[in-house]
Every structure is written in C-alpha cells, then in structure tokens.
C-alpha cells in the first residue's frame, strides 16, 4: 500500500517499519500472550521493554553515565511546569525567548520561579532569527536558563547550543529539543536538562522524554507532586506511576529503527543528520528559487525540521492545499498563529517524500504563474 506524505507538525509520521511490526506483536508480544497495551508495568516482560528503549536511547544520542532517561507524561507543554517545579528552587530563571513554545515556556514558569527574567528575545524581527548569545544579558545566580532549540511553529533552530560557561555563567541549560530531538547529536557537555513530547520524532503522543544530570535531581519545591519529582520517577526508573506503556514500546521501537538507518558510512543519528540537511536544503532552495513561496526565516536561523513558506498570494492558499491533499501530500497548513503554509520534515518522512512536495510546489506555481 501506497501511503501519503504525512507533513504534520505533530503527532507526526511514525515509520513504517515500526508500525508493521506494531501491528504483528499486537495481539502477542514475543509469545507471552499479551499484548504490550495489556501489559502490567511492573511485569518482567514490559521491564524488559522499557529497560531496552532506555539502553537504545542511551547508545543512540551518547547520553553520558552522569545524566538520567526518564519517560514521563504530559507532553513538553506540561514539561513548563514540571521543571521549574524541579529547578528552580523559587529564585531566578533565565530564558531565550524565540518563538511561540519559549515564550509559553516562560510565562508558565512565572507560577513557580521568584523571578523569571527574558535575557534575550526575537520578538522584534517577529521570530524570524536568533539573538547571538554574545548579546544576552544574563542574571547573576539564575537556577537555570532555558531555551527552545527548535521552534516548532516559527521554524528556527539553533544550530550550536550556546556554551554558558564561557558566557560568564554557572547555569545549568535546559533545552526543549522536542521537535528535532534524535535528529542531530546533543552536544550534553553543554546541557543540564533536556526535555521533549515523542510524539514528532520518537513515537506516539503521550510519552514524554526527560535526560537530566544527576547532580539537578533532589531539588523539587515542596508543591512538586511527587509524580512530576524527578529524582523519585528516577528512584524508580520511571516506574512511580503507571508510565504511558505503550509509548515507551513504540518509542523503543523507533530507536532500534533510527539505529539501522544508514547514509554512506554513517549511521543512526550521524545518518540521520546528513539525510535531513539534504531534505531541508532541497526545500529551501525550491523554496528561495520560487517567484511564489517565502520563508520569512534568516537563512543561518532556519530549522531543518519545520519549514514554514508562504504564498506571495495568499488568496491561492486553499487551492494549494486542495491540490497537495489530492497528491496525497497531507497536513500543510500553517499554525493558526502565523498562518500560511509548514512542511515537518521529522525523522519519518523520506527525501522523496520532500522531493514529492517540491514537485508539486513548482508545478502549482507554473501552472498558475
């Protein structure tokens, strides 16, 4: 079967491949006669499960010994609570704001944090760049700083974490990396925190990630409940509460798939990375080329994950959109935040698949020059 090109911005694409083997294990999981959904969490058989996708992740993005994996709930939007609650020990929180998911980020913090200061911000150029870190303006003492690495709806992206220690602080810096976690290596020597829902690049909706250095964990405000406590979900290896079993399964099916993926002599996340700065520069380039498409970003800004564009018409937008829908090329449409058009090119989606967009995308154009 012939599938469409599924461009959502999340829940996202799912790999085939892990979706067929989803589908012969559903009824009986390695012949145990269960199905994973059916599973007890605290069952040898789902501990293996989960045990594995840790270990896989592990190998897959070289987490250090030093930082904990833990599955969580909540998604990352829930994450804007949960590590102030952990971190921020009712003083002062740093933020980047540079786009729609930090600027959430740091308004939720203010319930938690005695104070929540925007050292740096992107708003003036509407979201369309990166304030250089040599310009933030950060706070003395701060518990942490936080920035979105990718900005899901806006499309930027950093594409170097900053190194905060040679910007004069001692500030843990926790990243929401959830719409390009495990397409690029994290450099963790730079990172205390990193948190992001699974439901872009990992799995399903419903599994949160969170790898956080030991040394943060035991900090929680007294408010934190216990099930959002990150050194009790670490306690028990994510195990506190009945954990979202399924999504660990899948997720963990994902990883081993990532693992196999190759390019040249690359593999896993190195592979990864180069097949989506070939998908992203294909459409960028068809994007720059067009007398009819925009993208708003600064180049050196642009994330490789979610390409928003426009039409310089946009009385044509529905008749792009009912047209790529006939080619089976599905959910297009921009965020109703910022409108226009966005194509998520997450770790499922194939170079034809994006070679199949930009087909179309020169063909609307010509047609109707």
Not at 173 to 201: E, M
Request: aromatic content about 8%.
């Amino acid at each position: 079967m012939k599938r469409p090109y599924n461009f959502s911005a999340g829940p996202a694409a799912i790999p085939a491949e892990v979706l067929e083997q989803a589908a012969a294990e559903m009824l009986d999981w390695h012949g145990c006669g269960m199905g994973v959904m059916e599973m007890s969490h605290r069952g040898k058989e789902f501990r293996s499960i989960c045990e594995q996708a840790q270990a896989k992740l592990r190998e897959l993005l070289a987490v250090p010994a030093q930082f904990k994996i833990l599955f969580m709930q909540g998604g990352g939007l829930a994450e804007n609570a949960i590590v102030p609650l952990n971190l921020s020990r009712a003083g002062t929180v740093d933020f980047v704001v540079t786009g729609s998911w930090s600027q959430k980020s740091q308004q939720e913090a203010r319930k938690y944090a005695a104070q929540v200061n925007v050292v740096a911000s992107s708003e003036d150029t509407g979201f369309t760049s990166l304030p250089a870190p040599a310009t933030w303006t950060l706070s003395r003492g701060a518990s942490y700083l936080h920035l979105c690495s990718n900005e899901t709806i806006n499309g930027v992206e950093f594409q170097q974490l900053p190194d905060l220690q040679a910007l004069g602080s001692d500030a843990p810096l926790v990243i929401d990396f959830s719409s390009h976690v495990a397409s690029r290596p994290v450099d963790w020597s730079r990172v205390g925190l990193a948190f992001g829902g699974a439901q872009k690049n990992l799995g399903p909706a419903g599994l949160t990630l969170v790898v956080v250095r030991e040394d943060l964990l035991g900090h929680a405000l007294p408010a934190c409940p216990s099930a959002f406590d990150y050194r009790t979900v670490a306690e028990h290896q994510s195990m506190y509460n009945t954990p979202p079993t399924w999504g660990i399964y899948i997720a963990g099916l994902t990883f081993e798939w990532l693992g196999r993926q190759r390019e040249g002599p690359l593999s896993g996340i190195a592979a990864m990375e180069q097949r989506h700065i070939a998908k992203a520069q294909l459409l960028y380039d068809a994007i720059d080329n067009s007398g009819l498409y925009l993208n708003k970003v600064v180049p050196h800004c642009r994330s490789r994950m979610n390409v928003p564009f426009f039409l310089r018409d946009e009385s044509r937008n529905d008749d792009f959109l009912a047209g790529a829908r006939e080619r089976g090329l599905l959910q297009l449409k921009g965020h109703k935040s910022v409108g226009g058009m966005r194509a998520s090119i997450y770790n499922a989606m194939p170079l034809a698949g994006v070679q199949a967009l930009v087909d179309y995308m020169r063909e609307f154009e010509q047609k109707r020059a």
